[in-house]
């Protein structure tokens, strides 16, 4: 039996038809109704039906019950348009966009709502798409797809040091707090479930460092750096810090049983010290100004041991009883804070403290004099090499100045070179932070040397025209040779008829091309990344004489290139010395050439000057009275 549902309601013409019904015509069969039962009779059907389980039933009929619902939503639908058909015939046809944009709006939302086909027990039954879930933050999928890596460089690893952080902060919490717990009684039975939860925290954290992190440092052996998991292991077990990262877990805390919960007894958590030494030198290579770091460090050595000597004076308090003396803590007010104070000004040796009475006050304040004495010379005399350290730069700036003004007043020299020079060193020290680089750089293998100079002035040197096309690594030797020197505003770089020995690349400033009887004349500016005196370096046959009066308009700071230094360079590279050569005869050329039009203007400008003298001392004699002489 076969139901058309496009035959239903036929009353209704064609073009007045659904078109929702249209556009999907449903026939319903008895096989597609009722999946679930099959005519014995069919012997195509009978196989499957033997097969198929008894649940199958419950699947059809949820499918012919969907299947039904949806086609009475249809008819209903269907009805209610007809019924607005009748009762308004005449739509306006304003109104058309607005349905059209209707049944579009209905298509887009046939097409949000696809639905997957999903096959169950031999028979496609329809699933509704789901919603879309929000799109991931790209933080949280950074985090997600993170992976931790297999080997960790400890030296420039940013990571490894950020975990050092917490893995002091660790070490802090019991080297801090271990000795406070001990002797002030800040730790109760009210309190001791938090005291615990903190300990076990870090502990944990000690547990991650050995098991994650130390496994999986990178170290050298025999020149080579070693990634590969089992070495990386086998080596950290067998160093000095495994042994003292396993003694700082060692669990004391099994004799809390017996003696209560004494801080005391996690006092091997203090073993693992190695680390904070090394977060100290990762700190200092990340930093940029690495002497506030050991100021501070100093510093709270200092406050440390104030800190060890207010809780011993509180526990030497507690012992002979609180108040039982003038010399001892009465126990008014906040304690940490007064036995501080008492520790400051014993170990600082300030006075003003009561006498001690019994034998035991005695040593004890007989201790503390002996370790403030000798503890504060240490941290002052460490406090002076941080600060000497940092200073010592401009320290040798300064005895290099004065030395220079000793030598300049000794010998009479004017008071405006003196002025002079000491501009340059202020501007020196104040541009650069060194006198000479090459006092720094020279300790460094040459390899080093080359890579901070193609960092530094490779960006300089590769814009200059004359190098261009040069061998690349002819250019990296030559960044090696070029030396940095400062020039005051009004110094002459160069004097024309001067023998020239060195070539000049301008770092920072402006150079300027002067001429005339007075050498005030500005014939061209030169400015940052141009190159000059290069003539006198490549020419050959005695051109090696200056050709121009070169001087700085303001500070200019240049690059020098000696000859024999680049001499000794092209050896190496005989190409690039063709190339050069064949640029500096260019040059050469264009210099003359310009010089010639120079001349020949000059010239032609002096014909000019004497043919207007004449034509004027002409015109002056016809304009004379007669037998009267006028001088010209």
């Given at each position: ?521 500005v014939f061209v500016t030169i400015r940052a990344g141009s190159v000059f005196g290069e003539i006198s370096l490549l020419a050959g046959g005695g051109g090696n004489r200056r050709t121009a009066n070169v001087k700085a308009h303001g500070f200019a700071n240049l690059f020098i290139l000696d000859k024999n230094d680049l001499a ?65």
């Amino acid at each position: 039996v076969r139901v058309d549902v496009c035959s239903v309601a036929g009353d209704v013409s064609a073009d007045e038809d659904d078109p929702e019904l249209l556009r999907k015509p449903h026939r319903l069969t008895m096989s597609s109704l009722l999946p679930s039962v099959c005519p014995p009779c069919l012997p195509s059907r009978s196989s499957s039906c033997r097969t198929r389980p008894l649940s199958a039933t419950s699947v059809g009929s949820v499918v012919v019950q969907d299947r039904l619902n949806e086609l009475v939503r249809l008819f209903k639908g269907r009805t209610e348009r007809q019924k607005e058909r009748l009762i308004d015939p005449d739509e306006s046809e304003e109104e058309s966009p607005a349905k059209k944009d209707t049944a579009g709006g209905g298509e887009e939302e046939k097409e949000e709502e696809k639905e997957f086909k999903f096959e169950l027990l031999g028979y496609e039954v329809k699933i509704p798409n789901l919603p879309k879930l929000p799109q991931m933050p790209g933080w949280l999928r950074a985090i997600l797809e993170y992976r931790f890596p297999s080997s960790i460089d400890p030296f420039t690893d940013l990571i490894y040091v950020i975990w050092l952080f917490f893995v002091v902060a660790a070490w802090n919490w019991n080297v801090w707090l271990i000795p406070v717990r001990w002797a002030f009684p800040y730790q109760t039975p009210e309190n001791i479930h938090l005291w615990l939860l903190a300990d076990y925290t870090f502990d944990f954290i000690y547990i991650i460092d050995i098991l994650v992190f130390q496994p999986r440092l990178q170290f050298v052996r025999g020149g080579d750096i070693v990634c590969d998991k089992k070495d990386m292991r086998e080596h950290y077990m067998t160093t000095e810090r495994f042994k003292m990262d396993i003694i700082s877990l060692f669990p004391l805390e099994v004799f809390y049983y017996f003696t209560g919960v004494n801080s005391l007894l996690r006092f091997p958590r203090l073993l693992k010290y190695m680390v904070f030494s090394e977060f100290n030198d990762r700190m200092e290579s990340v930093m940029k100004k690495a002497y506030i770091y050991r100021v501070i460090r100093t510093s709270m050595y200092l406050l440390y041991s104030l800190h060890i000597n207010a809780c011993l004076f509180y526990w030497g308090s507690d012992y002979e009883g609180l108040g039982s003396t003038k010399w001892v803590y009465n126990g008014k007010g906040n304690a940490y804070i007064r036995c501080y104070y008492f520790a400051v000004k014993t170990l600082i040796t300030i006075g003003g403290l009561p006498d001690p009475t019994t034998v035991f006050e005695i040593c004890f304040q007989l201790i503390n004099y002996f370790v403030g004495v000798f503890a504060f010379s240490i941290m002052i005399g460490q406090m002076r090499d941080v600060v000497g350290a940092a200073t010592a730069g401009e320290n040798y700036y300064r005895a290099c100045m004065d030395s220079t003004v000793k030598y300049m007043t000794s010998y009479n020299i004017p008071r405006e070179v003196q002025n002079r020079i000491k501009t340059w060193y202020d501007y020196t020290w104040k541009s650069q932070g060194m006198l000479d680089e090459q006092e720094l750089l020279i300790q460094l293998p040459d390899k080093m040397r080359m890579d901070i100079a193609v960092d530094v002035n490779y960006a300089i040197v590769s814009k200059v025209a004359l190098f261009q096309g040069c061998d690349r690594q002819m250019v990296f030797d030559m960044l090696m040779r070029l030396k940095s020197v400062v020039y005051l505003p009004g110094d002459f770089v160069c004097k024309k008829g001067e023998i020239g020995r060195e070539m000049y690349i301008i770092k920072q400033g402006e150079v300027q091309v002067v001429g005339g009887p007075d050498l005030e004349t500005v014939f061209v500016t030169i400015r940052a990344g141009s190159v000059f005196g290069e003539i006198s370096l490549l020419a050959g046959g005695g051109g090696n004489r200056r050709t121009a009066n070169v001087k700085a308009h303001g500070f200019a700071n240049l690059f020098i290139l000696d000859k024999n230094d680049l001499a000794e360079i092209l050896v190496h590279y005989p190409e690039s010395e063709k190339l050069l050569r064949k640029k500096a005869n260019l040059i050469i050329l264009i210099q003359m050439r310009v010089l010639s039009h120079r001349i020949t203007t000059f010239k032609h400008n002096q014909l000019v000057f004497e043919s207007a003298s004449l034509l004027s001392q002409q015109q002056r004699l016809q304009l004379q009275p007669s037998g009267l002489w006028l001088p010209s």
